[in-house]
């Protein structure tokens, strides 16, 4: 059973109680036991409150006078608000969404290759430290971590949309603002939550965390056996150009981070997908792809290719450019041709400004941080 306690007490000296994303079915239960309520209400009351996507008619659940008491006060029903919404032409939907504790982060929902389906995108972080030079996420650097419940937050804000759109929000990736492994324990708490048989119908299976290459993170989550797909965000098959866009690679190398995804792969069984955004003159050469495929030699990867979305000048003052397609066409054609798997991933609302590295929003609306 999670404890929530250390949450509630981070929690208490921001903003008072603890929220229904803070608990899982057992301690949720055993709160109720203390206020001497039926324990089994407690495990209705959540499921309820995830099959609604956070919203939860309370009346109809008839979870009597004593529970109603409680709820709202010594455990608040939600601990995050929508702030705003934004349609891409594209089916994106862009949401800001602000916390009780202080700070806001933009979750996505984007179309999935079915129509009846969405896929969730997620921030870990408000802010991140990883200072990636071509994403516009780092630039006012870390404000704070997330906590599970924040997360869990999210994912309810995105099911709910979805299920108001007719879609089900079927797979989620830890993709959006910060770096997941710097804050793993509060984003493993989340998965669980959301992973829980009867809450948010989903596997270990329909969820990724993309990581930078924090090695020590990588195993850490391979050890967890929570079954969840790893992205790597690799962006250069040589550490000198790696380094000069990725900072962190100058703490863990490229050789490192593909030992640790080949690790996470035997031990998992699962296929990692490598994250490599094109970005022209930079890492986007023939001679660069054929590199990307001497590394990943032998061991089986989806490689995710990701025309760069120019977010203007970067912190190190460098302009970046997306590459001609045909560039990207002769990239593709040569991984391919040396028996990569890989994908151009389609930019997905570009117009709402939800596209990947894009999700920079939120640093104006986080002062209070
Ligand atoms: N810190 C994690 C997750 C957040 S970044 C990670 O590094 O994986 C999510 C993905 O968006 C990464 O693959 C990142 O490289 C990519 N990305 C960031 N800025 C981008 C941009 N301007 N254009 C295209 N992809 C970008």
Redesign the pocket.
């Known amino acids: 059973m999670e404890q929530p306690a250390r949450n509630a007490q981070t929690r208490s000296s921001f903003q008072g109680p603890p929220a229904l994303s803070d608990y899982d079915a057992d301690a949720l239960a055993a709160q109720f036991a203390g206020w001497g309520c039926k324990a089994t209400h407690a495990a209705r009351l959540l499921h309820a409150f995830y099959l609604g996507g956070g919203q939860v008619d309370l009346a109809a659940l008839r979870l009597g006078k004593s529970v109603e008491s409680h709820l709202g006060h010594d455990i608040l029903l939600r601990q995050s608000h929508l702030i705003t919404r934004s349609s891409s032409v594209d089916g994106t939907e862009k949401l800001l969404v602000g916390f009780g504790r202080g700070g806001a982060v933009e979750s996505v929902l984007m179309p999935a290759h079915e129509p009846a389906r969405a896929a969730g995108c997620i921030s870990?972080q408000i802010g991140?430290a990883?200072r990636?030079d071509?994403?516009?996420?780092t630039r006012g650097g870390l404000k704070r971590n997330l906590d599970a419940g924040e997360m869990v937050e999210q994912f309810l804000h995105l099911r709910h949309l979805a299920q108001s759109q007719n879609r089900r929000l079927s797979t989620i990736?830890?993709?959006?603002?910060?770096?997941?492994?710097h804050n793993l324990g509060n984003v493993m708490t989340a998965i669980r939550r959301i992973a829980a048989p009867g809450m948010g119908a989903l596997g270990g299976r329909q969820i990724t965390v993309?990581?930078?290459?924090i090695v020590p993170g990588m195993d850490e989550l391979a050890a967890a056996d929570l079954n969840v797909h790893l992205?790597?965000?690799l962006?250069a098959a040589d550490d000198v150009t790696r380094s000069r866009i990725?900072p962190m690679n100058r703490r863990y190398d490229v050789g490192q981070i593909i030992a640790a995804a080949r690790r996470f792969s035997e031990h998992t069984g699962r296929i990692v997908t490598i994250?490599?955004?094109l970005l022209k003159d930079v890492n986007d050469s023939d001679g660069q792809a054929q590199l990307l495929a001497d590394l990943l030699q032998g061991f089986r990867t989806h490689v995710?290719l990701?025309?760069?979305?120019?977010?203007g000048v970067a912190l190190s003052g460098a302009v970046?450019a997306t590459p001609d397609a045909s560039r990207i066409q002769a990239f593709y054609g040569i991984l391919v041709g040396r028996g990569v798997v890989v994908h151009v991933r389609l930019?997905r609302g570009h117009d709402v400004n939800a596209?990947?590295?894009?999700l920079r929003q939120s640093v104006r609306d986080d002062r209070s941080v």
């Open positions: 870990s991140c990883m990636c071509f994403c516009a996420s990736v830890l993709m959006g603002m910060g770096e997941p492994m993309s990581t930078v290459g992205a790597v965000s962006h990725v994250e490599y955004c995710n990701i025309p760069y979305n120019p977010i970046y930019p596209a990947c590295g894009q």
